[in-house]
């Protein structure tokens, strides 16, 4: 029986990097490929017993706006990368950090072409599923190809580029709830971004951005024009508190929250900011940080 496979009851709170307390009826973690077979059979049986299915992974840039998630939830644990000094190819498991790569290309193979991710806070999986941005640098740039697997035919497949309908903070990962990425190859040999940028991004991150409970940049930009966190500055909300939730003062589109801080608060300060931008500005706020509700898919 698949139920006798799912953890029951289980508590998620360092699962999200708000660390909100939460937990969620139904777990399972991915700890290697033989464990696919199991994830089919979870899929089947949330789908027969109208259960909801959310795949997260290691340092999820999410906000669990629950106490306790009715549905299912399943943690990916697959890590491991290599680096082709000849081919300049990388491959890679989904939950590997971008971060810790970015940094061991340029100290062991002098590559230097992901410096600006390096301290990015996302596994290789959220920066597919978001198209990961810094600094006018984004994955899709050098992204090749991923092997998925299909929860709904049980198959293993490539996606291309072409395939993944990458956009600004999106992509059909995003789209597509039935896939599960298994590893994607990324080229390396070539820079290609939107913008050139000489931003030292090693000095931005230690200095110019908080630490502690937070999903990093809450919103995303507007435009190149107004950038979120001009916005928030501009209704006054920088350092701005609302209980246990508030903008930190040192980068202003930081949602924080303290330690044991609740989810509802910072929902509130989430729809403040978005009606006082909207009101001023009659421009919409949307989240990049993924909120999780209880009737979320």
């Keep these: 029986m698949i139920e006798k496979i799912l953890k029951k009851n289980i508590e998620i709170t360092s699962l999200s990097n708000y660390k909100t307390k939460a937990f969620t009826k139904y777990y399972y973690e991915i700890n290697s490929i033989n464990d696919l077979e199991k994830l089919s059979s979870i899929y089947n049986f949330s789908k027969s017993n ?3 299915f959310l795949i997260i992974w290691w340092w999820t840039n999410m906000l669990f706006a629950f106490d306790t ?5 399943i943690k990916n644990n697959l890590r491991w990368w290599t680096y082709n000094k000849e081919t300049k190819i990388l491959t890679s498991y989904t939950n590997e950090l971008i971060t810790d790569i970015a ?4 100290y062991d193979f002098w590559q230097k072409l992901w410096h600006r991710f390096i301290w990015l806070p996302w596994s290789i999986w959220w920066a597919i599923f978001w198209n990961a941005w810094c600094f006018w640098l984004e994955i899709e ?8 697997y299909d929860l709904k035919t049980w198959q293993v ?34 820079l290609s971004e939107k913008y050139s940028s000489d931003v030292d991004n090693l000095d931005f991150r230690e200095n110019k951005q908080p630490k502690w409970n937070s999903c990093w940049s ?11 966190w001009f916005l928030i500055e501009s209704v006054w909300l920088k350092g701005y508190k609302l209980w246990t939730a508030y903008f930190s003062d040192l980068h202003s589109n930081f949602l924080m929250s ?13 729809s403040l900011a978005k009606e006082k931008v909207y009101n001023k500005f009659n421009l919409n706020l949307e989240p990049e940080v993924r909120i999780i509700y209880n009737n979320n898919k």
Excluded at 162 to 187: P, T
């Design 50 to 52: 109208n259960l909801w």
């Design 69 to 73: 998630y009715d549905w299912v939830i």
């Design 103 to 106: 940094k061991w290309l340029e």
């Design 141 to 148: 740039n050098n992204f090749s190809t991923c092997q998925v």
């Design 157 to 190: 497949v490539n996606l291309w580029k072409k395939d993944m309908d990458f956009s600004y903070r999106n992509s059909i990962i995003k789209k597509n709830k039935d896939l599960f990425i298994i590893s994607s190859e990324f080229d390396l040999s070539y």
């Design 218 to 228: 809450f919103f995303k930009n507007p435009s190149r024009e107004f950038s979120a």
């Design 258 to 270: 303290e330690i044991n801080g609740s989810y509802k608060d910072l929902l509130s300060l989430i």
